[in-house]
């Protein structure tokens, strides 16, 4: 019998949006993908050769970019972080919709930008952050968190930050303002390019669904 499809799906808020998706591909998990009780983490779905895996939103594209998964749904800040080149993009999935900025305390005395070499940053995204403040010439210490950024400026962790926002209820609840947007993101399917070549007779058809699904013309 051949393989099942593996799809990885994050366990967090993109969650929500990406089954109505995934139901307009035709994958509908099995019923204990529901069940809050449950403790398992691989599910049957309707398709017998697809199985959904439900992970860390970091971890989906590290299982899709080693190949343990062949396709995952996981945010383009997520996919721009790692970098990995074995993971293809091939569709914004128009869900998950944010951006990933640099804030700071609200009234804090301005800095200037020109002549500053050096920034420290609390952030989830190190490699975005470094590579963000190294166009402008600055480098970046970055401070490893991951989550509730929003503490660090208050605590004397470091003066910045970089994360996610959408509202912006997070950042203004923690006296925070938003100085630059890094970044706009939106949730991406992602594949295992390996596997995409590998098994294209059955990969080709699945993104090409889910590009119907999102309402985007087929490639040329
Ligand atoms: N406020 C937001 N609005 C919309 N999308 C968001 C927002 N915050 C995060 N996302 C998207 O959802 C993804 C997962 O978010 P987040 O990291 O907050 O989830 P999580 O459940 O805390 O993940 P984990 O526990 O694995 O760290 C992000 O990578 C991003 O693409
Ligand atoms: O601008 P807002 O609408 O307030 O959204 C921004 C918040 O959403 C995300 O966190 P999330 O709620 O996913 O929690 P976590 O990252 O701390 O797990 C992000 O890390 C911000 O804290």
């Given at each position: 019998m051949a393989r099942p499809l593996i799809i990885a799906i994050p366990k967090g808020r993109i969650l929500e949006e990406a089954l109505p998706l995934l139901a307009r591909v035709g994958i509908e998990p099995e019923?204990?993908?529901?069940?809050?009780?449950?403790?398992?983490l691989r599910f049957a779905t309707n398709q017998p050769d697809v199985s959904i895996i439900r992970v860390r939103a970091f971890d989906v594209a590290t299982f899709v970019a080693h190949g343990a998964a062949q396709l995952g749904i996981v945010g383009s800040d997520v996919v721009d972080e790692f970098d990995?080149?074995?993971?293809?993009?091939?569709?914004?999935?128009?869900?998950g919709h944010c951006r990933l900025s640099v804030a700071e305390p609200e009234g804090l005395a301005a800095e200037d930008q020109a002549t500053m070499s050096h920034v420290r940053v609390a952030t989830k995204y190190p490699g975005l952050t470094r590579k963000h403040f190294e166009a402008m010439g600055v480098q970046a210490e970055c401070v490893k968190l991951?989550?509730?950024?929003?503490l660090a400026p208050s605590l004397g962790l470091s003066r910045r930050i970089v994360d996610l926002v959408s509202s912006g209820a997070t950042l203004k609840a923690n006296g925070l303002v938003e100085t630059s947007v890094i970044m706009d993101v939106s949730a991406r399917l992602i594949v295992n390019r390996a596997a995409f070549k590998m098994r294209s007779g059955e990969l080709t058809p699945l993104v090409e669904a889910f590009r119907r699904a999102v309402g985007v013309k087929d490639a040329a």
């Open positions: 019923a204990d993908f529901h069940n809050s009780k449950s403790r398992a990995y080149s074995e993971l293809y993009a091939p569709v914004d999935l128009n869900i991951n989550g509730a950024m929003e």
